[in-house]
Nanobody
Framework: QVQLVESGGGLVHAGVSLRFPCAASGRTFSIDEMGWFRQAPGKEREFVAAINWSGGSRYYADSVKGRFTISRDNAKNTVYLQMNSLKPEDTAVYYC??????????WGQGTQVTVSS
């Protein structure tokens, strides 16, 4: 089992930046990738960004490319999401996830980000 704990989030104005971590514990050696997803009110959960745990390859949704950056600190088993130039449409609950065996198997509890215009 892998446990994921996010922290951060909150209410911010459009244009500002936020950075929050997701700490992994447990069987972290089984993780292939870690990523972030989000779910806005009334919408399905969508992919935001992911990073390969060993090689560092990164992937982004088109909607956040150039504004968001995912990074990792393997020594701390932590992945970070840096969000710049936030927009009201970025308002959502953000979830950290860990992939094992090509499946997003483990999920954090989620953290709310609200961006006001």
């Amino acid at each position: 089992q892998v446990q994921l704990v996010e922290s951060g989030g909150g209410l911010v104005h459009a244009g500002v930046s936020l950075r929050f971590p997701c700490a992994a514990s447990g069987r972290t050696f089984s993780i292939d990738e870690m990523g972030w997803f989000r779910q806005a009110p009334g919408k399905e959960r969508e992919f935001v960004a992911a990073i390969n745990w060993s090689g560092g390859s990164r992937y982004y949704a088109d909607s956040v490319k150039g504004r968001f950056t995912i990074s990792r600190d393997n020594a701390k088993n932590t992945v970070y999401l840096q969000m710049n130039s936030l927009k009201p449409e970025d308002t959502a609950v953000y979830y950290c996830a860990a992939e094992e065996g090509s499946k997003w198997k483990y999920w954090g509890q989620g953290t709310q980000v609200t961006v006001s215009s």
